[in-house]
């Protein structure tokens, strides 16, 4: 009698353990297939990678390279981000020979960093990029000043130990070795995103920024966010987008819901309407993990 109790039990815990591992491979959510051809999630207050798709191969950025711009910019000791830089003619010249995005400064306007960095983030200003770039780099030359800046782009990424990343640009308009992976991106923005700055200005879906003209009035600069995902997904709170040729459509992306911050990249997607599939498939997964 005794030993058909014993059965009794041991079958019982044999049935109830299978509920539960069946109770537990239920909760596990599947895995997302994205389309991109490269894609990286991770827990940002754990730093836990959730998901990963050729995490680690190099591709070209694009416009997410301005997340390490303006890192760069906010890491300045002794930053005055009140201080006034005024706008030069090289700086539009570049956006036309470049047919890059623009924040559309004017020649002569003195526009603030703070304004430059939301010229920066919100329109994806290249020119904006291109004036940090030579108010920060060391040098006798506009040259040596911007080559000096991308020089300290390189620096941060060997302080961040990213051995896949290489920047040859300050906005990603590449002359060949601008390069990342999403990884690595995510590492960047994760890190960019201690700043508060950083952060109040890429959860910004649009701005009206007051700058100074060259006769001593004001005009009033109109920005909006080229990041859709701050309208379409509850809890976005950033990143960046980028896009070209040779990069095609990327983002960097982060949201926040119940106190859980999911953060990664997407890289060369094929389209705006792929990219924005891939993304929200990786957070659902994300905030589900």
Same mark, same amino acid.
């Given at each position: ?6 059965? %009794? ?31 990286? %999630? ?7 990678? +959730? ?27 002794? +930053? ?35 304004? +430059? ?46 051995? @896949? ?34 952060? @109040? ?9 007051? %700058? ?16 859709? +995902? ?27 819901? @119940? ?14 309407? @792929? ?15």
């Amino acid at each position: 009698m005794r030993r058909a109790v014993t059965i %009794v039990v041991t079958t019982s815990a044999v049935l109830a353990g299978g509920s539960f591992a069946s109770q537990a491979q239920a909760a596990t959510p599947p895995t997302p297939s994205i389309t991109a051809p490269g894609g990286f %999630v991770m827990n940002n207050g754990t730093g836990a990678t +959730l998901f990963g798709k050729a995490a680690d191969t190099r591709r070209p950025t694009g416009s997410t390279t301005k997340i390490m711009t303006a890192k760069v910019v906010l890491a300045q000791r002794g +930053l005055n981000l009140d201080a006034k830089v005024t706008i030069q003619k090289a700086y539009s010249d570049y956006i036309v020979a470049k047919n890059a995005s623009s924040a559309r400064l004017i020649v002569g306007d003195q526009v603030t960093v703070r304004q +430059l960095l939301y010229g920066l983030m919100l329109p994806s200003g290249c020119d904006a990029a291109y004036a940090l770039a030579d108010k920060f780099g060391t040098g006798s030359t506009r040259a040596a000043r911007v080559k000096s800046f991308i020089g300290k782009m390189n620096d941060e990424a060997r302080r961040m130990g990213l051995r @896949n990343t290489h920047f040859d640009s300050f906005d990603g308009i590449s002359n060949g070795a601008n390069y990342s992976t999403p990884r690595d991106l995510t590492k960047i923005a994760s890190s960019a995103m201690q700043n508060s700055t950083f952060r @109040n200005i890429v959860k910004t879906k649009a701005t009206t920024q007051k %700058v100074t003209t060259r006769t001593g009035g004001y005009r009033n600069m109109a920005w909006t966010n080229t990041n859709k +995902l701050l309208s379409t997904y509850s809890g976005a709170i950033g990143v960046k987008t980028g896009s070209g040729q040779q990069a095609k459509y990327c983002l960097v992306f982060a949201a926040t819901r @119940n106190n859980k911050t999911v953060i990664g990249t997407v890289l060369a997607a094929q389209n705006e309407t @792929n990219r924005a599939a891939d993304v929200k498939k990786l957070l659902d997964y994300g905030f589900a993990r």
